[in-house]
C-alpha cells in the first residue's frame, strides 16, 4: 500500500479549502465521488477529468503524458465504486462482495505503471503511460490496503454529514477526523458552545440540577 504522507487538497462548498489525507492511493480515488449517494460528488465526466486527478494524486502523473481513453476512464469509475463498496463493507462488518473484489482484481491483473530514475537520482515513473497502467497501480494499491496490517485501520469521518473514508496509518490509531482543520475543529467549536449553553443561568445543567 502506498502509504507516502500527501495531502489531497478539498473544496468543498461549504467552507475553506483544507488538506485531506486518505493514507493510501486508492482511497485518494474516491474523492471523486462513487456509486449509490457518493454519486453527487461524481468528478470524473470526462478522460481530461481522470488526466487531472492523476496529476493531483500521489501519483503525480503530467496529465499531457498520460492518455485517457473514454473506456479507460468509465473502468476507473468501475474500480472507485468497487473500492468504495469494499470500503462501506469493512466499516459495517460484513464481507467484501465478490463482484467488487473481482472488478478490482481485473484492474490490478493488467500491467502497471513502470518506476523510472530521473537524472537526477529522484524516483519518478515512465511516460507517457496509458490510464489503464495507472489504474493498475491503484488497484494494486487496493488490494494491498485489504488484505494488509492495515485492512482494520480503514475509518470514516466522525464529522457531522462527513461521509469520507480513509486509512488510519498513525501509529496510535486514533484518528478520527478527515482533517483537524476541518472536522476535529467543527466538532470541537460545537463541544464549546454546548459546554457554555450548560454552564449559564437557566441551561441545561442548571435545569438538570432542580428537584
Not at 490510464?131 to 482494520?152: I, M, Y
Request: with cysteine.
Amino acid at each position: 500500500m502506498s502509504s507516502t504522507a500527501t495531502g489531497f487538497v478539498m473544496n468543498p462548498p461549504d467552507g475553506a479549502s483544507y488538506l485531506f489525507d486518505p493514507g493510501s492511493l486508492c482511497f485518494e480515488l474516491l474523492t471523486t465521488g462513487g456509486p449509490g449517494e457518493f454519486a453527487r460528488w461524481e468528478s470524473l465526466h470526462e478522460p481530461g477529468d481522470l488526466a487531472a486527478w492523476l496529476a493531483k494524486s500521489r501519483l503525480r502523473l503530467d496529465p499531457d503524458q498520460v492518455r485517457v481513453s473514454s473506456e479507460e476512464l468509465t473502468a476507473a469509475r468501475r474500480v472507485r465504486d468497487a473500492i468504495m463498496r469494499m470500503a462501506q463493507a469493512v466499516l459495517r462488518g460484513d464481507p467484501l462482495g465478490a463482484e467488487d473484489v473481482a472488478e478490482v482484481n481485473r484492474a490490478a491483473a493488467a500491467p502497471p505503471l513502470a518506476p523510472s530514475i530521473t537524472p537526477g537520482g529522484a524516483r519518478a515513473w515512465a511516460l507517457p503511460a496509458d490510464a489503464s497502467q495507472a489504474l493498475s497501480t491503484v488497484a494494486r494499491d487496493a488490494v494491498e490496503l485489504f488484505t494488509g496490517r492495515f485492512a482494520d485501520r480503514i475509518r470514516e469521518c466522525a464529522g457531522q454529514r462527513c461521509r469520507l473514508v480513509f486509512v488510519d496509518t498513525s501509529r496510535p490509531g486514533r484518528r478520527r477526523w478527515c482533517a483537524m482543520e476541518r472536522c476535529g475543529n467543527r466538532s470541537k467549536v460545537r463541544a464549546l458552545r454546548t459546554r457554555r449553553a450548560s454552564e449559564e443561568p437557566g441551561g441545561p445543567g442548571e435545569r438538570g440540577g432542580e428537584r
